[in-house]
């Protein structure tokens, strides 16, 4: 070691920041070692290439699962709930609007890729705002790139469901949220039991996952401990769980009435 003319060691150099990890090794990385590659993320955040996959594989599950999607089955139900509501309703006004809904629906399965994109935007600037607020670090490009990250395990889910759909022939769009069984709503039926059924749905094995990523994520991202990302990050999640019950309870009260 060598000295200075005045005893003291001359400073050390400054540590070189690790290299960064391809958007391919990230997407991997969050998975099994997510507080790592968060930390990688949150040095240089990058959106394109997750974005472009999940894209992808969006447009490939939807292609593959829309033609064993029983339409049928929504149909028969919305049937239902109409003659309770009006039972002088003609037969005709019924199939009419089964046609429409089977249009819907089919249109809504290739276009809610798109509208994933607008979601994930979303999600990423309402916890942006969020942490912001709570005098968190970091910028939206950081936040949109963890947000996109997490979203894998889900990304991994409906990539399994559309491998269930193929193997099954036809799947009922009404109970999607169990065909993959990750969750605890199919010990219960959804007609008899619809705010139980949106309750339980909500405790998804591949949510939760993507729900602690996100904490990993932003937790890395804003320079707050994990347990203060986790009260923000699980808030907002708890918030949305109550309005979706919320919706189901309205939906039953109207279903009843």
Known sequence: MTFDVAGTPPPSPPVAAPPSQNSFARMAGVLFTPSETFEDIARKPDFVVPLLLILIIGYVCTILMVPHMDWNAVAEQQAQVMKKQNPNIKDADIERIGKMTKAFG???AYVSPLLGVLWYLIVALVLFGAFRLM????????????????????????????VVAVTQGTIDPTTMATAVKSNPAFLVDMKEQPVLFALLSALDLFTLW????????????????????????????????LIRVGLAALGAMRAGA
Request: hydrophobic share 60%; proline share 2%; charged share 10%.
């Open 210 to 241: 993507t729900i602690a990523l996100l904490i990993t994520g932003f937790a890395a991202l804003s320079k707050k401990k994990w347990a203060n990302s986790a009260a923000i990050v699980v808030s907002l999640w708890l918030i949305m769980v």
């Open 106 to 108: 089919s249109v809504m």
């Open 135 to 162: 005098g968190g670090e970091g910028t939206f490009k950081q936040a949109f790139s963890a947000t996109l990250y997490a979203w894998i395990p889900l990304v991994i889910f409906s990539i399994i469901l559309t």
